[in-house]
């Protein structure tokens, strides 16, 4: 199974984290499942920007994005081209590299 590494965040995950992952699982909710408590402010449906992550390692492992996808991240804080929604990126069967962004973009409006 491939194995996802979440790098650590000083809020959600201090001590970073190593997980086995059942293929199709969103990154997501990989992490939720885990007690990584990734935002998710639309209840994973496409349509904010909060559960942003960046993928390190194994990017070109995951399926393309969507258009729909592309459109949100244009607007996520911190875009990078390592850049995904983590609840529409599925684990495939390659192992990954997960980094959290400091901010989300709701972070970024209530404190900053
Ligand atoms: S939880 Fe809103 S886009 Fe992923």
Redesign the pocket.
Known sequence: MPQVIFLPHEEICPEGASIEADPGISI?DLALKNGIEI?????????????HVYVREGFDSLEEPTEDEED?LDKAWGLEPDSR????ALVADTDLVVELPKYTINQVSENH
């Open positions: 997501c935002e998710h402010a639309c209840e994973k449906s496409c349509a904010c920007t909060t559960c949100m929604l983590s609840c529409q």
